[in-house]
């Protein structure tokens, strides 16, 4: 469908403040680990989520790319974070395999809570904690194009508020900035005979901060004789248990510090872990 022209016109306003300025040399240099050229864009990125801050009334936003289907397997980056709360509540989701990132990524729309604690039964694992380090409106927007599924873009606030209905047209706007500016890094980036899950295009470059999740996982599933979603779960209800971030869970793992038993035994620390 053609947009209207207020809704092209807002589309051209907020790319201009995106991507209107040509990219500095740091910009084109290219991110460690990424191709040369793909700088630019990731720095675009962030300079998205700085301007959703500033233009929605937020106080920070990210872009949570989803590697796969369904988005709990745990295959996750999050790019252009801004704000003290978002890499936090990122986390959370991870741990908890539940929040508005993962259910606008499988519903396929934006999953918009103005007061979050007014829905404490939406996501039992997940809200009371959110709530707890400061969360009280969350907005997530999800990046696609057709339906294939790439991310989502989150926005969180320390006070409970809608998204006016201008401000929601902006969000709406920003998402579709976001998905262009993941799409220009695939298309920069990835080897075309490397597909991703369900037949979309590899991101497998992109710079997993949950990498370590996914090595425990499978040393999980190796020693416990489970698959590893199973593995994944297993590590999550740890985290979730005992209150030790996700990532630090992992590492434990990793370290042989943590050894969890199959899912029908109790999990047993091991070197004094909790």
Same mark, same amino acid.
């Given at each position: 469908?053609?947009p209207g ?7 051209r306003?907020?790319?201009?403040l ?5 990219p ?22 962030t ?13 920070g936003?990210?872009? !949570?790319?989803?590697?796969?289907s369904?988005?709990r397997?745990?295959?996750r980056t999050?790019l252009? !974070?801004?704000?003290?709360? !978002?890499?936090?509540?990122d986390?959370l989701q991870?741990? !908890? ?31 009371a904690e959110?709530?707890?380090?400061g ?25 409970p508020?809608s998204?006016s ?18 799409l220009a890094?695939v298309e ?10 369900d037949g979309?295009p ?9 990498a ?9 599933a ?12 297993q590590?999550?209800?740890y ?15 990793i ?18 872990a909790?």
């Amino acid at each position: 469908m053609t947009p209207g022209p207020a809704a092209a016109a807002r589309h051209r306003r907020l790319a201009d403040l995106v991507v209107g300025a040509p990219p500095s040399p740091a910009e084109t240099a290219g991110a460690p680990g990424g191709p040369p050229g793909s700088g630019g864009s990731r720095a675009r990125l962030t300079r998205l989520c700085s301007l959703a801050v500033a233009e929605l009334g937020v106080d920070g936003a990210g872009v !949570t790319v989803l590697a796969g289907s369904p988005a709990r397997d745990g295959t996750r980056t999050q790019l252009g !974070t801004v704000g003290d709360l !978002t890499a936090r509540l990122d986390e959370l989701q991870l741990t !908890t395999g539940e929040g508005p990132c993962l259910e606008a990524h499988e519903t396929g729309v934006p999953v918009l809570v103005p007061d979050l604690g007014a829905e404490r039964g939406r996501w039992l694992g997940f809200t009371a904690e959110a709530l707890a380090i400061g969360a009280c409106a969350l907005f997530s927007f999800p990046l696609q194009v057709g339906a294939a599924r790439l991310g989502t873009l989150d926005l969180n606030r320390r006070a409970p508020g809608s998204l006016s209905a201008d401000r929601l047209a902006d969000g709406l706007a920003l998402a579709a900035l976001a998905t262009e500016l993941l799409l220009a890094l695939v298309e920069t980036a990835s080897d075309p005979s490397d597909g991703g899950p369900d037949g979309q295009p590899g991101v497998g470059w992109l710079p997993d901060v949950h990498a370590e999740v996914h090595v425990a996982s499978g040393m999980v599933a190796a020693y416990t004789g489970t698959d590893v979603r199973d593995a994944l779960l297993q590590l999550r209800s740890y985290a979730f248990r005992t209150g030790v971030p996700l990532h630090e869970v992992a590492r434990r793992v990793i370290d042989r510090d943590l050894v969890l038993d199959p899912p029908d035994q109790t999990s047993r620390p091991e070197n004094g872990a909790p």
